[in-house]
């Protein structure tokens, strides 16, 4: 299973590191009888990222790496709270660059691990969906936090060879002839995305009282205990069990899933039920005394143009969010996202903020979150 953070306050309280950033330089060596010297050659630069599997792909495509001299170490992760933890536990001063749902971004500004951005240095901003760019999530204390790069939704996963038609309802996967056959994944904060409107109504799943958040974890235990296969620690797990026929419908999914099971030989499909969806939004981010924060600038450049843009889309059957991207995209793929009526889809897969830091009396935090969620893990 992966690991998430154990609380808010343990974010709010994080001192902050000093910054490690080491840098290697081949020596001269002496060269012949005449006593010349071989010009000193620098050694490349190990330049760190977190993210989900398969979020490296913009990165790594093309000649950036090579044009730039940049040892690339990604760490792949489960989560998001995974990518705080991390952070956390020794990743201030180490890591240049990571992905992050645009919901955790005021968070983590507040707990002192990201570096605001400077706006002047990302050149493509003005081109990037203003849908996204606009959202005051990515933002804290009036300074920027992340650069929107990704996007899609959470849909229910299903197989087209078992499942006659696409389920109309979320709750449809608790029908008898889907009993052991339902796909769950320990994502937390994804899990509430979905589930937290499903059972409560509440357009933000994601912003409910404390009796509703209990009643969401229940709701979950229940498929969990009663329905499920398995809980999968990933999404890739998850694909693998649907190329094994092992599962038929999921209780959550991803579009990227549909991908790498066609990649195993098996065709799985997605539906957004009736209640709707959630919908994340990945920023870049920079996290705080990142060792090389200049090269952290160009990898955001490069993330965001127009051919890496269309590269990631493409394999991973990914929202993308410069628009210049847009018209590169295969026909299909430009019209699954509908970059035509982006506020229409955004009505039935929607954005959504994490839980407030702080319990006001009527809406759980995300402690509140955490701790209920760990019911769910446990059960």
Known sequence: MPSFASSTQSILAL????????RGLLGAAAVGALGLHARPAQAATTMTWMGWQGYETPITSGSFLKDNDIDFQPTFVASNEEIITKLQAGGIGKTDLITMYFGYLPIMAEGGLLEPIDPSKVDQFG?????????????FQDKLYGVPWNWGSLPLMYDPAAVAAPPESWLDI????????????????????????????????????????????DELIDIKKNHARAFFATY??????????????????????????KSKGKEIRYTIPKEGTGMFMDCLCIPKDAPHQDLSYKMINHVISPEPQKIFATEQSAGITNLKAVPLLPPELAQS???????????????????????????????????????????
């Open 236 to 261: 890739g797990d998850m694909s693998d069990a649907f190329a094994r026929n092992e599962v038929v419908v999921s209780a959550i999914g991803w579009e990227a899933v549909a991908v790498w099971t």
């Open 337 to 379: 996202y509908n970059y035509a009526d982006l506020d229409g889809f955004m009505q039935k897969a929607r954005l959504q903020p994490v839980p407030p830091s702080e319990y006001d009396g009527t809406t759980a935090s995300y402690d509140d979150f955490l701790t209920e969620y760990a019911r769910l893990q446990k059960a």
């Open 174 to 217: 608790k029908k008898p002839e889907f009993k052991g056959k339902v796909a769950m994944v320990d994502d937390p904060l994804g899990n509430l995305l979905v589930w937290g409107t499903v059972v409560t109504g509440k357009p933000m799943g994601t912003l409910l009282t404390r009796e509703e958040l209990a009643k969401v974890i």
């Open 15 to 22: 001192s902050q590191m000093s910054m490690i950033s080491r």
């Open 127 to 139: 081109d990037l969906v203003p849908q996204f760019t606009s959202q005051q999530a990515i933002r």
